[in-house]
């Protein structure tokens, strides 16, 4: 090894790397023409991220990625109910009431008050008609179609852009 | 005695508070997709909703945007981005036993692209749909989880 | 970062999920990068990259623009994948590991030999690759893989570009020794070329 490559080995992963100044560059370029061991290190170093990168990225190409997105919206979707119970479990454990053993004729006396309520919503409730979903409807911006199936249960309003329209007016003429 | 009539009183309250509450308050499901004729994917959650549609719309391509099951409370507003630009608000207007009426709006900035009010019930879907999307429409459907 | 992107993490941020999306679309594939040169696993890979995007969505209200978006990224994907390889029992700690000793795994005993033992080749990558401590992993993954500079590792890393300087070197160094015992002198090797010696290099 030459005596100028101990000034220009510490430069070396820095030349790899596009990381030098022009004037280091200038003198590792100046020191390679001439230095075959320093070639090597390099030769040895483009190997290297070949075989670190090239498995990587055909993995990466070959992949298709299936349902990841649906599995992160759910797994969102579950954090955030879970959260809300969570809060709910630190309330119940910080409340003094519930930590109390007088909690049994009291849970006793909400479930008979409970069912007494219920019995009078239900006897309350008149039952509805469902032949009409859509109450009103309007729009400032678009025309509107509402299509009902009693069949499939289903209710579809449609809005049509007014541009949409004058297109199938001028393509008709 | 002295010490438990305070919590019964408190646990009273609460029940017919919680009673009266459960009177009016729904969960819903909205659902926010594209519709296109480009390319022929479909989110598997979406199948029923196309075939349920196929008698009026039939895109070869359906993807899922957004899914919110949010609660509604009477008067109580609740509004989600449906797509950029545009905002949907949902508010129950009233409640009883498995039937909710709902008013829908959709805006734009300033103005009403829809107001509408539907009535819920189990097993029924309203489906909003029509407004461009990139190369498809978005549809937006709503159902109560009664 | 563009304008384009700020939008989209102020919208993210304000917990619009079809910014998410916009952003998974966007990123996805560098995520996987990055999982997948760590843990070497497609199912782990795909496990990491579906917990740093529900992270994501958690966590991004804390991000303030300091840095690059991808930066502030890579350094959630590293900590997700440093953390899953802990879980599973991987994580370099050991010293009593003995250098040089090497399994190939069952599979490698199949099929054509030239194919085999590039696989071979490859499984010794992954081995040595696994016997670096994290940091120097992280730092090769982060130059080698994906191209950063010295000053994006750093952010990414949350360390000075000397500490990412020293962590590349000894790096890099750890893993020819290690894979040195394996591919011979140049000239005669009886394996396939040796991208070491820049014989056939992809």
Request: charged letters at 30%.
């Amino acid at each position: 090894m030459k005596d100028s490559c101990s000034s220009v080995s510490e430069l070396l992963e820095k030349y790899f790397d596009q990381e030098v100044t022009d004037r280091e560059r200038f003198l590792v370029e100046g020191h390679l023409q001439d230095c075959p061991t320093c070639r090597d290190a390099l030769t040895s170093m483009e190997g290297l991220r070949t075989l670190i990168k090239v498995p990587v990225e055909e993995a990466t190409q070959q992949e298709d990625f299936p349902w990841v997105w649906q599995k992160i919206e759910r797994e969102i979707r579950l954090q955030e109910k879970v959260s809300w119970w969570q809060s709910l479990r630190s309330w119940i454990h910080l409340s003094p009431l519930l930590k109390k053993k007088t909690w049994i004729p009291a849970v006793a006396i909400i479930v008979v008050l409970l069912l007494i309520t219920t019995q009078v919503i239900l006897k309350k409730t008149p039952s509805y008609s469902d032949a009409s979903v859509v109450e009103y409807i309007e729009s400032e911006t678009h025309n509107i179609m509402v299509y009902e199936s009693e069949k499939a249960k289903m209710t579809v309003i449609w809005l049509f852009d007014e541009e949409d329209e004058e297109d199938q007016e001028l393509s008709r003429s | 005695m002295r010490r438990i009539f305070p919590i019964l009183l408190f646990i009273l309250s609460l029940s017919l508070i919680l009673a009266s509450l459960s009177y009016a308050q729904v969960q819903v499901r909205l659902r926010v997709f594209e519709a296109s004729n480009v390319g022929t994917g479909i989110d598997s959650s979406l199948r029923d909703m196309r075939d349920q549609l196929k008698p009026l719309v039939d895109f070869s391509s359906y993807r899922l945007l957004k899914e919110e099951t949010p609660t509604l409370y009477a008067n109580r507003p609740v509004s989600f981005p449906a797509h950029p630009g545009r905002i949907i608000e949902l508010t129950l207007i009233k409640q009883d036993k498995n039937v909710a009426d709902v008013r829908v709006r959709i805006k734009r900035e300033q103005m009403d692209i829809l107001n509408t009010q539907v009535r819920l019930s189990p097993g029924r879907t309203v489906s909003i749909g029509g407004p461009k999307h990139g190369e498809g429409v978005i549809i937006i459907t709503l159902s109560g989880q009664f | 970062m563009d304008h384009e992107e700020i939008q989209l993490i102020s919208r993210c941020q304000q917990g619009d999920q079809e910014a998410l999306k916009e952003i998974f679309d966007k990123y996805h594939k560098r995520v996987y990068r990055i999982a997948y040169g760590v843990v070497r696993h497609r199912e782990e890979a795909l496990d990491i990259v579906q917990e740093v995007f529900v992270k994501l969505f958690r966590s991004i209200k804390n991000f303030k623009g300091r840095s690059h978006f991808y930066t502030y990224l890579y350094r959630m994907v590293m900590n997700t994948a440093i953390d899953h390889s802990r879980k599973m029992g991987k994580q370099f700690v050991s010293s009593l590991d003995e250098e040089g000793s090497f399994e190939p795994s069952e599979e490698i005993e199949k099929g054509p030999e030239r194919i085999l033992l590039q696989k071979e080749l490859e499984e010794k990558v992954k081995w040595a690759m696994e016997k670096l401590p994290i940091e120097q992993k992280a730092a090769l993954l982060f130059r080698e893989v994906e191209g950063l500079s010295y000053q994006e590792m750093a952010d990414a890393m949350g360390c000075s570009i000397g500490t990412v300087m020293s962590r590349l070197h000894y790096g890099r160094k750890r893993i020819q020794e290690l894979l040195k015992d394996y591919v011979g002198p140049p000239g005669q090797s009886s394996g396939p070329s040796n991208p070491l010696k820049g014989e056939g290099v992809r």
